[in-house]
């Protein structure tokens, strides 16, 4: 089995090959202690779960009238199925529906679901601790409990004003992901009528300040030019916190390979999105519409940026909790040691399965970090 704890780290062919040769030798048994061993020493930091929006549904927003220590059936997170994960660190989505904007309670409702991420920590102590660095991440983690960072899922959260940016970030938003569904007054959506072309001057001031203050740009749910005026932008890397390959499901909220070659440029990476709709191939999905798709799809996508961006610009960005389908073999949180399984079929090492699972979020999340210091020095 130690073949397959090689130092490689890029995927070249032929590791990649061998590595995959090795694990067609082992036994049943033989992955499956391989699987827990890689699994769980490494760091799986998921970008992207909407946990805070499902207690908002389904509790009025109460962490107190939802239970979390046993199993809950309408959810794809509890502490139950974390158990089984392996999670060892969480950005929770503080999402609010794009209509808030329009009737001016989209702040509030942002700030409502910072608390509910708030008293999530406070509920259950010996689980989550809300972290705000990289330094605070790596602190949580050696104590074995959840490190739990926030991301705001769209831009119209800051009703545009770069105060309210500044605000957010102090009350702990370590990510916003510019837009949602929504075209907006500064930047335009995936998933909707562009209107600017990608980015205003006002939106590349929101990258600027951004940058300045250490909050990852998050590039999830924006049109393709977004994406281009924002990786001009940037002076620190990007993450699509939730996205998957355009070239296996041609979707308007997945990453073209374009983009992708930027991406590397550019030191960011894409957080594999496990949605049904957005991993299951193209053709298929024009051939049944129902298709959802399974793990063995998911890798295919971590495959397809590897080979594209390299390995150091993939990782993992469930949206687990924020989705109405997902594939056979990823129903919930507790599935997530079977994709590492996967990954050692495919021929991934042990470096490069830590580095997908979480090892390059930590990287871009501290090279952020120290744009924002340099940017702060006389």
Not at 91 to 108: H, K, N, R
Not at 183 to 192: F, K, L, M, R
Not at 315 to 337: A, C, M, N, T, W
Request: net charge negative.
């Amino acid at each position: 089995m130690t073949d397959l704890v090689a130092s490689e780290v890029s995927l070249g062919p032929q590791a990649s090959s061998d590595s995959a040769s090795v694990a067609r030798t082992l036994s049943e048994a033989e992955l499956d202690a391989l699987t827990r061993e890689i699994h769980f020493s490494g760091m799986l930091f998921d970008g992207h779960n909407d946990l805070p929006w499902q207690i908002h549904k389904l509790a009025k927003g109460s962490v107190d009238r939802l239970d979390l220590t046993v199993p809950q059936p309408l959810l794809h997170t509890d502490f139950p199925k974390l158990k089984q994960s392996g999670l060892k660190a969480q950005f929770w989505s503080v999402y609010v529906p794009a209509d808030t904007y329009q009737q001016g309670i989209s702040l509030t409702q942002t700030l409502e679901q910072i608390q509910i991420v708030r008293k999530l920590a406070q509920k259950y102590p010996d689980q989550l601790e809300l972290a705000d660095s990289s330094a605070d991440i790596e602190r949580i983690v050696a104590q074995g409990k959840i490190a739990s960072l926030m991301g705001a899922e769209g831009g119209y959260s800051i009703q545009c004003s770069i105060p309210i940016l500044q605000q957010l970030y102090r009350e702990g938003v370590r990510y916003m992901t510019l837009t949602h569904s929504k075209t907006i007054e500064w930047a335009d959506s995936a998933t909707d009528q562009p209107q600017h072309g990608g980015l205003t001057p006002f939106g590349e001031e929101v990258v600027r300040e951004m940058n300045r203050l250490g909050m990852l740009v998050d590039l999830s749910h924006v049109s393709e030019e977004t994406m281009l005026d924002a990786l001009d932008i940037t002076t620190a890397p990007v993450i699509f916190s939730h996205s998957s390959a355009k070239a296996i499901c041609n979707h308007p909220r997945n990453v073209s390979d374009v983009v992708l070659k930027r991406v590397t440029a550019n030191r960011g990476i894409v957080m594999v999105n496990f949605m049904s709709g957005y991993i299951v191939p193209t053709e298929r999905l024009k051939a049944n519409p129902k298709d959802v798709g399974t793990l063995d799809d998911v890798v295919d996508h971590i495959v397809h940026i590897a080979k594209v961006a390299g390995v150091e610009h993939v990782g993992i960005g469930s949206d687990f909790d924020g989705v109405r389908q997902l594939p056979r073999g990823l129903e919930d949180v507790s599935k997530y040691p079977d994709l590492t399984k996967e990954l050692i079929r495919r021929g991934f090492t042990k470096p490069q399965i830590h580095a997908i699972l979480g090892g390059n979020i930590l990287r871009v999340l501290k090279e952020a970090e120290q744009v924002a210091k340099n940017s702060k020095q006389p």
